[in-house]
């Protein structure tokens, strides 16, 4: 089993270019009916990324249109939101509830789709039947969720335009890469997850990596890890 996850977050990494066999992996190794991928907030909006079948569509979709559900308590808390018996919480969301009342469902469980103190989205899982999700699948399916929120960032910016082409000038390759030190020493992740944050605040203001690189270095701008998000500070 170990080695069938580890074959499994494997294949999930390799699957930068393509999102819509993001769920296959997940599901060979958690023993779960269905998944869904999504977006969340204002960040990157709210869309399902990628669905395995219509009733994790759904899930997605009653979230996105009433604003309740694991999904959105899982993006709150930047924590797992695991239900084992879906049933028994329906009056935590009533309206949500009461939307899948007919549908086949009896657990769900969400992760949050995080890149260092960025929340981005969420990973639903959803089962036909109560059951527990034990400890060893919940951290499994962190592992996963992490691989994914790096997946699901890369592809927002691929698809807004935004990439390193125009600041591939030996200094600016420099700044930048002097400004993901800044915020590795600041929050304490991987050099790629630094990265990906930089050239995200690229995104969201509309600005090149280098500027931001600067602004970074010249504490003109840092990174704070709230309760909530990623909080800039100028």
């Not at 009461?98 to 890149?115: D, N, V």
């Not at 944050?197 to 602004?215: K, N, V, W």
């Amino acid at each position: 089993m170990a080695d069938r996850f580890a074959a499994a977050a494997d294949a999930l990494s390799q699957m930068d270019g393509d999102s819509s066999s993001l769920t296959l992996p997940i599901l060979d190794v958690i023993p779960v009916t269905g998944a869904a991928i999504s977006t969340l907030g204002d960040f990157l909006g709210s869309e399902t990324v990628t669905a395995s079948d219509s009733i994790a569509a759904r899930i997605d979709e009653v979230q996105f249109d009433l604003g309740e559900g694991p999904c959105w308590d899982a993006l709150a808390t930047g924590l797992p939101a695991l239900h084992p018996d879906f049933r028994s919480t329906m009056a935590r969301w009533p309206a949500f509830s009461e939307a899948l009342s007919a549908q086949p469902i009896r657990s769900l469980f969400a992760f949050p789709l995080i890149i260092g103190p960025l929340r981005i989205g969420a990973l639903d899982l959803y089962a036909v039947q109560p059951m527990e999700l034990g400890s060893r699948d919940a951290k499994r399916t962190e592992v996963f969720a992490s691989i994914v929120s790096r997946h699901v960032l890369r592809r927002a910016l691929r698809e807004s335009g935004v990439t390193d082409s125009e600041d591939n000038a030996p200094n600016s390759r420099r700044i930048i890469h002097q400004a993901t030190g800044f915020v590795i020493a600041q929050l304490g992740i991987s050099a790629e997850d630094a990265h990906l944050l930089i050239q995200g605040q690229a995104f969201s203001q509309g600005r090149s990596m280098h500027e931001i690189a600067e602004d970074l270095i010249q504490s003109r701008l840092t990174f704070e890890l709230t309760d909530n998000s990623i909080e800039v500070e100028r």
